[in-house]
């Protein structure tokens, strides 16, 4: 058959050899994956279902997903060895450059072949400069370099929470960004933690907690078809502690899905009211509640519209942040969230908390929380709101209400930061206050 002719102009349709390079699809699903993060700010988890739609297989999925992360990881290191790589500028949103990191990602973190990682990098950069690409990462192979352990944060991160919280502080995070963080569980019985932990091989850490170790595959392990328990990082598990025991009285859970807190509440004996706004969510939670037996009233609702028909005995409010706290999981956090961002969630927190605060009975609790390393959606955002409320007061947690080697602020706050039980595998970041409405005063 003669070959259909070109129009002058007309894009030459990828050659039958590039179409057939394996594992091309995954790389570039894993190129539309760091765009999505780098170049539009989307999280990696939201872009995942766009960005790998045209992909069949499962594992192409993953491995899209894994160089995509691995890159973000090591993202200022791996500028770094291309940069000392070519005197050529190479710019920050330049493809050459988003290429060259996802190939050397994959010999670096992944143990692909160099000649497999180049021989699908080359045709992602369609038509830009495939010499620079080519040569770059031949002269950074070629030198069999390591990256730094643990890996550099990207400069502005480090220096916002060095400022914020010492020096010490970025360091302890990096270290948690090196390694991946354990598998916590969170029980539907918290009396039966020791016999869970044995029957898992894991440790107990607190009252209805297990840990696991990293990479551990959950759907198979015994108690989780029958609801026994569902994952939960450990500080994310400390907000519904603080409340305790329900005994049937009624607590809003605000910012509810996917429902860990919710759980908690239920299975501590609260009548709960879960509100979100997103639908998708709200089904995951539904699903949750189902898996484990729990039951909860579900309402998705904007929390700046919505409003309950009467005050409830407890509320806790796990408000949208900026989820800095938990970068060990979500690497693309650390290269999407900057001051504009935390300023606008802050702005979010203070309008949603000062709504919240007026459905709490007087003599109940307030329980207000965000996954954030940032002291403006933690420790400034109850400064202002203790400043604008007088019916509230902080009320401390006890150490007896927290798992061992988490400790109330002098402020009488919870906030993990990345030196929290590192040697056990550590924490995401929380920031934590139980607040108390007081009872009106008597005639
Ligand atoms: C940190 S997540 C909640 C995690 C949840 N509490 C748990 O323990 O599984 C924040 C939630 O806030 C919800 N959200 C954000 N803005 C909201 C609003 N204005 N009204 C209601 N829900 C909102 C999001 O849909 C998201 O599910």
Known sequence: MPHPRRKPGQKAAP???????????????????????????????????????????????????????????????????????????????????????????????????PHAAIATALPLVDGGPRKLVHGVF??????????????????EVAARWAGQWGEAMPAAAARAYAVRPPVDLSLREPARSAEWAERLAGDTLAPGHVRLPEGTPVPPLPGFKEGEWWVQDLAASCPARL???????????????????????????????????????????????????????????DLREWAPQEPADAVLLDAPCS??????????????????????????????????????????????????????????????????????????????????GIASTGEGFVRTLPDVLAEQGGTDGFFIARLTRSAPAHP
């Not at 031949?138 to 400069?155: F, H, K, N």
């Not at 965000?370 to 401390?396: K, N």
């Open 138 to 155: 031949g002269t950074v192979t070629r030198a069999s370099p390591v990256l730094p352990d643990p890996p550099t944060l990207p400069g």
């Open 323 to 404: 989820a800095t706290g938990i970068y060990r999981r979500h690497p693309d956090v650390l290269h999407r969230i900057g001051p504009r961002q935390i300023e606008e969630l802050a702005a979010l927190q203070a309008e949603l908390l000062a709504r919240a605060a007026d459905w709490v009975k007087p003599g109940g609790h307030l329980v207000y929380a965000t996954c954030s390393l940032e002291p403006a959606e933690g420790e400034e955002q109850m400064t202002a709101f203790l400043a604008a409320r007088p019916d509230y007061t902080i009320d401390p947690a006890r150490q007896e209400e927290l798992p061992a």
């Open 243 to 301: 409340l305790g025991a329900g005994n049937g009285r009624h607590v809003l859970d605000l910012c509810a899905a996917p429902g860990g807190k919710t759980m908690q509440l239920a299975a501590a004996g609260w009548r709960v009211t879960a509100v979100d706004q997103s639908a998708k969510r709200l089904e995951r939670l539904g699903e949750n509640l189902a898996r484990t037996t729990l039951s909860a009233d579900l309402v998705k609702a």
């Open 15 to 113: 050659s039958r050899s590039a179409q057939a390079v394996p594992g091309l699809a995954a790389r570039r699903a894993a190129l539309r994956l760091l765009d999505a993060v780098l170049r539009r700010g989307e999280p990696l988890e939201i872009a995942l279902h766009a960005a790998t739609q045209g992909l069949a297989d499962r594992s192409d999925k993953a491995l899209a997903h894994a160089i995509a992360a691995e890159t973000l990881r090591h993202l200022p290191d791996l500028d770094a060895l291309i940069d000392g790589a070519t005197a050529q500028a190479i710019p920050a949103d330049a493809k050459a450059r988003m290429v060259l990191r996802l190939a050397l990602a994959q010999v670096l973190r992944l143990e692909t072949a």
